[in-house]
């Protein structure tokens, strides 16, 4: 069964830093999403992007944070600067379409764990 | 505006008994879909269900059972004969018609005790 996947597992990186997580969406999905974790929290949507651009972005997605489908099966999300508070589990979602008339279901992948130390 | 409250924050029940997880949504919107997942100790997050608004039938899947009530805008989820394994947290979730995003409630963490 195919699946989204997320690399890395776990990344631990300084205050300051610049950190890119990656993820590989199923391969005839159009929509492609974000969300984060804070730990014991609940999960959070940060953005969506279809068609090679954004499409809804949350009030956490500030200017630190930027999504890109650099080629034909990665899409990543680069945070510039971390802080401390971006200390989350980072989930890549993909879809088919989010037809208005029909359900439609995001498959997410297994996470990664960004520490900022 | 849109909204998933799951009040029970944690619950622990002896294995083999059923166990109800409670959720209640809001939404001004008449087209929205109601989700659960689950998420093991491993921190995945694992689909169950999805249920669109004018689907009020409820859904059996094995031990795994789904009252979605309009009425009263709650979309329950039980677990019959509980079992170890389904020790997790679990989150109802949202989407409205025309938007996006999923919208999580904080998560039910069940333990369940052998």
């Known amino acids: 069964e195919p699946e989204v996947t997320q690399t890395p597992s776990h990344q631990v990186t300084q205050m300051g830093q610049e950190v890119i997580l990656r993820c590989v969406p199923i391969?005839?999905?159009?929509?492609f999403y974000w969300y984060r974790q804070i730990l014991g929290q609940k999960v959070e949507f940060l953005v969506s992007f279809y068609n090679n651009e954004i499409s809804e972005k949350s009030e956490i997605f500030d200017d630190q944070f930027s999504v890109e489908r650099p080629d034909g099966s990665n899409f990543t999300l680069k945070i510039r600067s971390t802080k401390l508070e971006d200390s989350a589990m980072y989930f890549c979602a993909s879809s088919t379409t989010p037809d208005r008339l029909s359900s439609y279901e995001q498959y997410f992948g297994p996470g990664t764990r960004l520490t900022v130390t | 505006a849109q909204k998933v409250t799951q009040a029970q924050t944690e619950i622990s029940v002896v294995e083999k008994e059923d166990v109800t997880l409670d959720c209640v949504y809001e939404t001004r919107d008449t087209t929205y879909y109601l989700f659960w997942y689950k998420q093991p100790p491993s921190g995945e997050l694992v689909f169950l269900i999805r249920r669109n608004s004018f689907d009020e039938q409820n859904e059996i899947s094995g031990r795994y059972s789904w009252n979605f009530q309009k009425s009263t805008s709650s979309f329950n989820f039980t677990i019959t004969a509980s079992q170890v394994v389904d020790s997790a947290v679990y989150f109802c979730a949202l989407s409205e018609e025309g938007d996006d995003k999923i919208i999580f409630g904080k998560g039910t963490r069940l333990h369940i005790l052998p």
């Open positions: 391969s005839n999905h159009l929509y």
